[in-house]
């Protein structure tokens, strides 16, 4: 699924919900929460082999993190395809940098 089928079946999801979308700030939390989730099952599956099943337990958390996610874009109108499209953008120019400025510090020696 595409980020933007994700973010359009998340609202739909809410609007036919039973239970009423928590504001903003309470959507935050949400997040946080499912974040510190993801931490738990990875940290327990660092254990001892039996916990090694552990890996869909994080597969599952992840995907809780990103309808989170998701909810939050919504509440602020912000499409996450052209989100990460920016942050990709940003992040290849600041490599380039990186990378021309770590050329010029060998060529300096």
């Known amino acids: 699924m595409d980020l933007e089928k994700l973010q359009q079946w998340v609202r739909e999801d809410w609007e036919h919900s039973s239970k009423k979308q928590p504001d903003r700030h309470l959507q935050l939390v949400y997040l946080i929460e499912e974040l510190g989730e993801v931490m738990e099952a990875i940290r327990m599956s660092q254990g001892d082999k039996g916990r090694k099943r552990m890996r869909s337990d994080i597969e599952g958390e992840m995907g809780d993190v990103i309808i989170a996610l998701a909810t939050i874009a919504n509440s602020y109108e912000i499409n996450l395809t ?7 953008t940003k992040i290849i120019k600041r490599h380039k940098l990186e990378l021309t400025q770590s050329d010029a510090i060998r060529g300096a020696k």
């Not at 052209?82 to 990709?88: F, H, M, N, V």
């Open 82 to 88: 052209r989100a990460i499209k920016k942050s990709k």
